[in-house]
């Protein structure tokens, strides 16, 4: 498993990130990946190699935005004893307080400011699960909602994330209307910034109960969602919240301790009675079942199943989900309303 750190280097490389623009340049216009090629400009051949390499062969990279300084693997020597870390090409040593058990540093990735190290940790083995956390994740309300049928505990997670999109949303479109177009688009990065750290916390939080209880975590598998018919207010929500985002954090959050995380079939997890197994009536964030009486949180309900069902197989050809994409019904409410980092490194979550 590949992690990355940010180290505060408090060096000025102002040329040398001039000199790697310039190279990258010369890579998009000449399609080069040679080294002797961009040898005038100056720069270490170790890390020239790198940007012609990840310009050169970028066939949609029409100019350069964000540069970095990339040093490999071999350009890296690095002291576990001490905790150092020497970029050989850049006369450069880092003391580093993240964990110690790496394999090895894949490659370390500097702008004015920090230093991105990639570290290659080796994975655990899976454990052996007493059960499963199931967690319903929501484009309204709680961005995910985590049960553990064993106890009937729930856990909601992530209401601040609909607020945050309501707030600039509605910023955004103002500032469009006044025509200023770049600062709406530094507010809408600032709004994908916070939802990430939201994720982030959010993540953290399922996979640590499921670490406390010796469990393996359910998700709905969700391929193919967005094909399906639906309100314009609910595209927007699932559009503006990423069900992919908080997925993958999950899942390389799990990875570290071992935890399993595996998909269930999410046709009417919302819908169906957790007690008894039958269709009951869901309103907003309502859940009643008429064959049993069971009253529940919607959300909740949709969690318990998720944690009950089986686990979707490799094998079957076509989920509901799949199936009924072409129908306009997923197993969510056709009609949702939007109500209710700088990125965290690992080190920092």
Request: charged share 30%; with cysteine.
């Given at each position: 498993?590949?992690?990355?750190?940010?180290?505060?280097?408090?060096?000025?490389?102002?040329?040398?990130?001039?000199?790697?623009?310039?190279?990258?340049?010369?890579a998009?216009?000449?399609?080069?990946i040679?080294?002797?090629?961009?040898?005038?400009?100056?720069?270490?051949?170790?890390?020239?190699?790198?940007?012609?390499?990840k310009?050169?062969?970028?066939?949609?990279?029409?100019d350069?935005?964000?540069?970095?300084?990339?040093?490999?693997?071999?350009?890296?020597?690095?002291?576990?004893?001490?905790?150092?870390i020497?970029?050989?090409?850049?006369?450069?040593?880092?003391?580093?307080?993240?964990r110690?058990?790496?394999?090895?540093?894949?490659?370390?990735?500097?702008?004015?400011?920090?230093?991105?190290?990639?570290?290659?940790?080796?994975?655990?083995?899976?454990?052996?699960?007493?059960?499963?956390?199931?967690?319903?994740?929501?484009?309204?309300?709680?961005?995910?909602?985590?049960?553990?049928?064993?106890?009937?505990?729930?856990?909601?997670?992530?209401?601040?994330?609909?607020?945050?999109?309501?707030?600039?949303?509605k910023t955004?479109?103002?500032?469009?209307?006044k025509?200023k177009?770049?600062?709406?688009?530094r507010?809408?990065?600032?709004?994908?910034r916070?939802?990430k750290?939201?994720?982030?916390?959010?993540?953290?939080?399922?996979?640590?109960?499921?670490?406390?209880?010796?469990?393996?975590i359910?998700?709905?598998?969700?391929?193919?969602?967005?094909?399906?018919?639906?309100?314009?207010?609910?595209?927007?929500?699932?559009?503006?919240?990423?069900?992919?985002?908080?997925?993958?954090?999950?899942?390389?959050?799990?990875?570290?301790p071992?935890?399993?995380?595996?998909?269930?079939?999410?046709?009417?997890?919302?819908?169906?009675c957790?007690?008894c197994?039958?269709?009951?009536?869901?309103?907003?964030?309502?859940?009643k079942?008429?064959?049993?009486?069971?009253?529940?949180?919607?959300?909740?309900?949709?969690?318990?199943n998720?944690?009950?069902r089986?686990?979707?197989?490799?094998?079957?050809d076509?989920?509901?989900?799949?199936?009924?994409?072409?129908?306009?019904?997923t197993?969510?409410?056709?009609?949702?309303?939007?109500?209710?980092?700088?990125?965290?490194?690992p080190?920092?979550?």
């Amino acid at each position: 498993m590949i992690l990355t750190y940010k180290i505060k280097h408090g060096k000025d490389f102002s040329e040398e990130l001039n000199k790697a623009r310039q190279i990258a340049e010369f890579a998009i216009k000449t399609k080069s990946i040679i080294s002797r090629d961009v040898k005038q400009f100056g720069l270490k051949s170790a890390i020239s190699n790198q940007i012609l390499r990840k310009y050169s062969r970028n066939s949609k990279a029409k100019d350069v935005h964000k540069i970095k300084l990339t040093v490999p693997h071999q350009g890296i020597k690095c002291n576990n004893e001490d905790r150092t870390i020497t970029i050989t090409p850049l006369k450069l040593t880092l003391n580093y307080y993240f964990r110690n058990d790496f394999d090895k540093i894949n490659q370390i990735e500097l702008d004015n400011k920090f230093a991105y190290v990639s570290i290659n940790i080796p994975d655990n083995d899976l454990i052996e699960p007493n059960g499963y956390l199931g967690v319903d994740r929501n484009t309204t309300g709680h961005i995910a909602v985590a049960g553990n049928p064993e106890t009937g505990k729930i856990i909601k997670l992530g209401k601040e994330a609909g607020h945050v999109h309501k707030k600039y949303s509605k910023t955004r479109k103002n500032l469009q209307k006044k025509g200023k177009n770049r600062k709406a688009k530094r507010i809408k990065n600032r709004e994908s910034r916070i939802v990430k750290d939201i994720n982030h916390k959010v993540a953290r939080k399922i996979v640590q109960e499921a670490k406390d209880n010796g469990m393996g975590i359910k998700l709905e598998y969700l391929n193919g969602i967005r094909n399906a018919k639906s309100s314009k207010s609910f595209r927007y929500s699932l559009n503006s919240w990423s069900f992919y985002q908080l997925k993958t954090m999950i899942e390389y959050k799990a990875r570290l301790p071992g935890i399993p995380v595996a998909y269930v079939d999410p046709y009417n997890t919302s819908k169906e009675c957790s007690r008894c197994g039958q269709i009951g009536n869901r309103s907003g964030k309502s859940f009643k079942c008429n064959n049993c009486g069971h009253v529940d949180h919607a959300d909740a309900n949709a969690s318990f199943n998720i944690a009950l069902r089986p686990v979707f197989e490799e094998g079957i050809d076509q989920l509901y989900v799949d199936r009924d994409a072409y129908k306009g019904n997923t197993g969510i409410p056709e009609e949702a309303t939007l109500g209710t980092m700088a990125t965290l490194e690992p080190h920092m979550l």
